[in-house]
């Protein structure tokens, strides 16, 4: 093991709850290399958490939307230079330590492309796609039953680096804090009053992770009746026809959050929150960080692994089933 790299290269590529929570291994690494320059590769639309990260020198992002669309488009060609050139940029940064927590053949092909000669990941057994086969410094864990965070600072621990764990920073700009700060006023929150985030929506690869939205209407009608709670539905993307969905079944009235422009944002506004509710999403994992208790909606996914930052206070609503966990995305069971 190197003692004292001098450049370190982290590839955790997707998705947004996953980088998040691999976000604590900066705090260890900086603590055991207070020198050594950290580069972190990822794909673009979890870059926002580490772009003003205090402890990261250097983000660098895998192109992975515009390589698919180039072959997709027959621009085979055009990809093949891309990839290139982006395996010239990596080589050129001479890393001395790849730790590769992603586990998959794209980011083992990362590591080993990178051309450093040391290359830290799981052995076989905890990856998938062949990617033992690109690292060169592999550590077995006990069991693949454990929390996501826990098997990152496990992976340093191997190491033999001394843990340091501890809530990770979630970079929020000013330009992201006086956005939120217009959007309450205009939609005069009172933060006297309890406000209560609620993120009913998934992304559209795991709809199988998705509450009914009848049943976040009667939560936050139930919680408006009785506590006088503020209730902020978060949405991304196409999710916002789902909170209009939710919102159109309320008796109460409950506040549509704005279009938060970064992931920033979205973490300002569980900031000022007192109760965050939702599903086994990557908002739930980024509200925990910013120490929102948690009510954490399971489905059909393995809670042990997937379970909120332990530090922060949390409950998690799930139902026992014989077939649980498991990621059948079409699945036409009756269980609810």
Known sequence: MISNPRKILIIRLSAIGDVLRALPVLHTIKYNFPGSR???????????????????????????????????????????REMAAFVRELKAKQFDLTIDFHGLFKSGLISFLSGAPL????????????????????FPLETNKINRIERNLMLLQKMGLKIADDYPQIPITEYDRAAIRTFFRHNRIDLSRPLIAIHPGTSSRTLYKRWEPHRYAIVADQLIQDYAAQIIYTW??????????????????????CE?????????????CDLYVGGDTGPMHLAAFMKVPVVAIFGPTDYVVNAPYKKTKHIIIRKEIP????????CKKENA
């Open 323 to 330: 077939c649980s966990p498991c990621r059948v995305r079409d």
């Open 236 to 257: 991304g993307g196409e999710e916002i026809e789902t909170v209009k969905e939710i919102t159109g079944m309320m008796k109460h009235h409950a506040i549509i959050a």
């Open 38 to 80: 950290i580069s972190w590769v990822v794909e673009e639309p979890a870059k926002d958490l580490l772009v003003h990260h205090p402890h990261v020198d250097e983000v660098i992002i895998f192109p992975k939307a515009s390589l698919l669309a180039k072959v997709k488009s027959g621009k085979v060609l055009s990809a093949v």
């Open 119 to 138: 290359r830290v990941s799981f052995t076989r057994e905890f990856t998938r796609e062949l990617n033992f086969l690109f690292n060169n410094c592999r």
């Open 260 to 272: 938060t422009k970064t992931l920033g944002q979205l973490a300002e506004i569980f900031r000022q």
